[in-house]
């Protein structure tokens, strides 16, 4: 059975959610705090193994016409290196307006400041895994 996990990567916080094929249900799993690449690859590697997903799917940063700025070359060299390291298929999903939605969710949620904060971006990770999932949805098993 697929399992994902899904990335948004910020400069100061990264997002990962976590979801199956089969409830299709994405979860957030937590915020990496972490001002360099570095830091950042360790705890992605680290939630890999805790989680032992079979595929990644990275948020991408499309710019709104659709075209990719500096900030998508280095989510793809972040790719790279991620595919390099695990050997998982990794997906590219479009991203835009997922912190949006994301930050909508939490107006309602009745959470402070700093909670919010706290979840924003693994919140963000779910919109893009379910944006994926959805658009796999023939993957349903």
């Not at 994902?4 to 916080?13: C, V």
């Not at 994405?26 to 032992?52: C, F, N």
């Not at 979840?119 to 959805?134: G, Y």
């Amino acid at each position: 059975m697929p399992r994902y996990l899904a990335i948004d990567l910020g400069d100061k916080r990264t997002g990962l959610a976590v979801a199956d094929s089969v409830l299709r249900l994405p979860m957030p799993l937590e915020v990496v705090q972490a001002t360099t690449h570095d830091l950042v690859r360790d705890a992605v590697l680290r939630a890999i193994e805790s989680h032992d997903p079979t595929d990644l799917v990275v948020g991408m940063p499309f710019n709104m016409d659709g075209s990719e700025g500096p900030r998508a070359r280095i989510v793809r060299a972040f790719v790279g290196l991620l595919q390099e390291r695990t050997r998982l298929p990794v997906h590219l999903q479009d991203e835009r307006c997922s912190s949006i939605d994301a930050e909508e969710f939490l107006q309602r949620s009745g959470r402070t400041h700093g909670q919010k904060k706290a979840i924003r971006d693994a919140l963000a990770a779910c919109v893009i895994l379910q944006a994926f999932l959805d658009a796999h949805g023939a993957r349903r098993t």
